[in-house]
């Protein structure tokens, strides 16, 4: 499988800002971290980002990039904005495709799996005639995870844990629409604080490291390798 993930805005394009945060610091971390994932526990999935830092990328560039590589799917990471009041989590496919589409099916089962990691409202799965969402040629989900706006959900984008959470949301929805298959066990170190992995790692010093740098700020760690 080849996936494309699109972290929104960037560089001069900060998107969307709210109780101290930037939309294109949040989009990129949520998208790293489902490539961290993806890459450490999965097998046969080759991903592209669009940025894989602050750097400037037109719209354009994105969907031509993903286009021109012959991507699979399509996976645009973003947060929303509106007036303080919204909050909670939302996804869109193109206004084109009817609701029996493949592209739906994939939708439905990403929707359904973030919503059980993020602990955010569900606002629907939605249409839309976004631009990375009309120029792809591959079937193409835009997922908006909480409002940068409501001080609630702004809360939760400030914490790695939940970012962790809102990727695991991501791969597990991927994985169940594409029929990933996982890696043999192998020695990667999961770290598992208060219930939730918050990272997996390939050297155990690094997952001691991520429970340390952490001290003080939960009840109960674990590393499990898998």
Same mark, same amino acid.
């Given at each position: 499988?080849?996936?494309?993930?699109?972290?929104?805005?960037?560089?001069?394009?900060?998107?969307?800002?709210?109780?101290?945060?930037?939309?294109?610091?949040?989009?990129?971390?949520?998208?790293?971290?489902?490539?961290?994932?993806?890459?450490?526990?999965?097998?046969?999935?080759?991903?592209?980002?669009?940025?894989?830092?602050?750097?400037?990328?037109?719209?354009?560039?994105?969907?031509?990039?993903?286009?021109?590589?012959?991507?699979?799917?399509?996976?645009?990471?973003?947060?929303?904005?509106?007036?303080?009041?919204?909050?909670?989590?939302?996804?869109?496919?193109?206004?084109?495709?009817?609701?029996?589409?493949?592209?739906?099916?994939?939708?439905?089962?990403?929707?359904?799996?973030?919503?059980?990691?993020?602990?955010?409202?569900?606002?629907?799965?939605?249409?839309?005639?976004?631009?990375?969402?009309?120029?792809?040629?591959?079937?193409?989900?835009?997922?908006?995870?909480?409002?940068?706006?409501?001080?609630?959900? +702004?809360?939760?984008? %400030? &914490?790695? #844990?939940?970012?962790?959470?809102? @990727? =695991?949301?991501?791969?597990?929805?991927? /994985?169940?629409?594409?029929?990933?298959?996982?890696?043999?066990?192998?020695?990667?170190?999961?770290?598992?604080?208060?219930?939730?992995?918050?990272? +997996?790692?390939?050297? %155990? &010093?690094? #997952?001691?490291?991520?429970?340390? @740098? =952490?001290?003080?700020?939960?009840?109960? /760690?674990?590393?499990?390798?898998?």
């Amino acid at each position: 499988m080849k996936l494309f993930i699109d972290p929104g805005h960037g560089g001069t394009d900060s998107g969307a800002s709210g109780n101290g945060l930037l939309e294109k610091h949040v989009n990129l971390s949520i998208a790293q971290k489902i490539a961290e994932i993806l890459r450490i526990e999965y097998e046969g999935v080759d991903i592209r980002l669009s940025r894989t830092g602050d750097q400037t990328v037109s719209l354009t560039a994105r969907t031509n990039s993903a286009n021109l590589w012959g991507a699979d799917f399509y996976l645009s990471i973003h947060v929303n904005s509106f007036n303080g009041s919204a909050e909670g989590y939302e996804d869109y496919i193109h206004t084109s495709l009817s609701d029996q589409s493949a592209t739906a099916g994939y939708q439905r089962i990403i929707h359904e799996e973030v919503l059980k990691q993020n602990e955010l409202r569900d606002r629907g799965r939605k249409k839309a005639d976004f631009h990375v969402l009309r120029e792809t040629t591959m079937p193409a989900i835009l997922t908006e995870n909480g409002f940068i706006s409501d001080e609630s959900d +702004a809360n939760k984008m %400030k &914490d790695p #844990a939940w970012i962790t959470r809102v @990727a =695991r949301g991501h791969v597990n929805g991927l /994985a169940k629409s594409f029929s990933l298959k996982k890696k043999a066990s192998s020695n990667i170190y999961r770290v598992i604080i208060d219930g939730t992995q918050i990272g +997996a790692y390939q050297d %155990k &010093d690094n #997952a001691l490291q991520a429970i340390s @740098a =952490r001290w003080n700020q939960f009840a109960a /760690a674990r590393i499990e390798r898998i």
